[in-house]
């Protein structure tokens, strides 16, 4: 049964796979053509806050298979239907093998879980790399084996860890707090292989250090943008449980939006709350432990920096369905079909309304570029200091296009102090505002347009990227 579930996980992952790159993805993309491995380790990741292990699988998995949407996200629908896995193996150690297949089942059509795992990024490396790392700790907790190789594949779990993200650090605290409270005669074994991964890891520092300047400066530049990648929000984290729902699809009218949601979320949340109280108590603190301690910490954490976003704290959704699955099946078996049977019609209609409806997918750069490739404009110009990677990706050269600023962020006339010369003699301008509300906020570069005598003609709208300004220089 467990094999129907992976398949089913898998054939999920691939659709809409080609879906045009975003920004983050084609970012890495266009580094892991350019950069040698070690450049892409040393240099290119001082500016990507994130450790080297997803840039390592996409820089050697690019080499060998190519750069194309589908090429680059494979690895991340591997990583994707492995956790599928290792969840089930989880539930079925902690559980019982039941819970475990129904939380495969469950993981296998989340839709966030889905979305991560078609994406060139590392958010579901980090998944993969937890839920591993637990079933490891959960051995080690009731002792395991033991022996010389069980540590040394504990303490490469550990490192695994160290590869993948930042914010998946926050699950050693986890285990930390448990031991603390239910294992203390573990805690000395635990450290040893902890500190172990940490040594063996030490190389990675000088490029953390690097990191931490790079970001420090970029938030004093660009204030704004700390509420992009991850700032204090009060409503980050009861979001991150919606999204652990419904995924990355929402309505306009918000009204709406929270009046369909609340049946659902009380429903989950009745799931959740029966899940864990009928654990044991061992299981019961391991797996409250792991699903509330993350986002609380990464909460303290956005006050000072910038890194709770619900798609980075991915590696809960292991345990949230883990438990929403021990709920449904603590009841009868008729209420515990209807549970199961509502939860499932839910998740599949939020994933494939995300897989099938483009206006949930990924930012559409490949139709942009495809429309000014038709159109062959005289110049296009973004709200930047230069192009973007996504846009070169799929351009290659082919458009003319330039970035109007000098300063980035643009703060005074003097960041588009060249544009008039940059325009000369050009009677037709395309502007594009991708991310206009950090780079240039007061919208300089559209008033210097009008300045120069420009009119708006037309406005296309991009679907991510945003809007597409048409301007023609007044006869």
């Known amino acids: 049964m467990i094999w129907a579930v992976l398949g089913l996980g898998l054939v999920l992952r691939l659709i809409s796979l080609n879906q045009s790159l975003w920004l983050d993805e084609a970012i890495n993309v266009m580094a892991a053509r350019s950069f040698s491995l070690w450049g892409m380790v040393t240099q290119y990741a001082v500016a990507d806050f994130h450790p080297p292990g997803w840039f390592i699988i996409l820089w050697v998995w690019g080499k060998t298979f190519g750069y194309s949407e589908i090429a680059v996200r494979i690895p991340s629908v591997i990583i994707g239907v492995l956790t599928i896995y290792i969840t089930y193996l989880l539930g079925k150690k902690l559980i019982s093998k039941n819970v475990g297949l129904i939380a495969a089942l469950l993981l296998a059509i989340n839709p966030l879980h889905i979305y991560y795992s078609q994406e060139a990024r590392m958010y579901a490396l980090a998944a993969l ?36 993200d930042y914010v998946a650090y926050l699950i050693f605290p986890v285990q930390f707090v448990f031991l603390l409270f239910l294992r203390k005669e573990a805690l000395r074994g635990w450290s040893i292989r902890l500190v172990a991964a940490c040594l063996a890891f030490i190389w990675w520092l000088p490029v953390f250090l690097k990191q931490l300047d790079v970001g420090s400066t970029a938030s004093a530049n660009l204030p704004t943008w700390k509420f992009v990648v991850g700032g204090f929000d009060f409503k980050t984290i009861p979001l991150t449980f919606v999204k652990f729902i419904i995924g990355r699809i929402s309505l306009v009218n918000k009204i709406m939006y929270a009046a369909l949601l609340l049946p659902i979320v009380t429903l989950f949340t009745f799931l959740l709350w029966h899940g864990i109280k009928n654990l044991t108590d061992t299981s019961r603190k391991l797996l409250f432990f792991w699903l509330i301690i993350p986002s609380v910490i990464a909460t303290m954490i956005s006050f000072f920096i910038p890194v709770y976003s619900y798609f980075r704290v991915l590696f809960i959704i292991p345990v949230f369905v883990l ?71 799929y351009a290659g050269g082919s458009l003319n296009v330039r970035g109007a600023l000098n300063d980035f962020p643009a703060r005074d006339d003097t960041a588009i102090a060249g544009l008039s010369e940059l325009l000369k003699d050009k009677r037709e301008i395309y502007l594009v505002d991708y991310l206009v509300q950090i780079s240039d906020p007061d919208r300089l570069v559209a008033k210097k347009l009008t300045e120069l005598g420009y009119t708006e003609k037309e406005i296309k709208d991009f679907h991510g990227v945003g809007f597409v300004y048409h301007y023609v220089k007044n006869d």
Do not use: H
Not at 133 to 156: A, C, E, H, P, T
């Open 129 to 164: 790399a937890v839920s591993l790392n637990m079933l490891l700790f959960i051995d080690f907790v009731r002792g395991g084996k033991g022996g010389k190789g069980s540590m040394v594949i504990y303490v490469l779990s550990n490192i695994f860890i160290l590869l993948s």
């Open 323 to 393: 438990l929403v699955s021990n709920g449904i099946s603590e009841f009868r078996w008729r209420l515990r079909y209807v549970f199961l049977v509502v939860i499932i019609f839910i998740q599949l209609f939020c994933a494939f309304v995300y897989l099938l409806n483009t206006n949930y997918q990924r930012d559409n750069w490949r139709g942009l570029v495809s429309y000014f490739k038709n159109i062959q404009p005289e110049v296009i110009l973004f709200e930047s200091s230069g192009t973007l990677p996504p846009f070169d990706y």
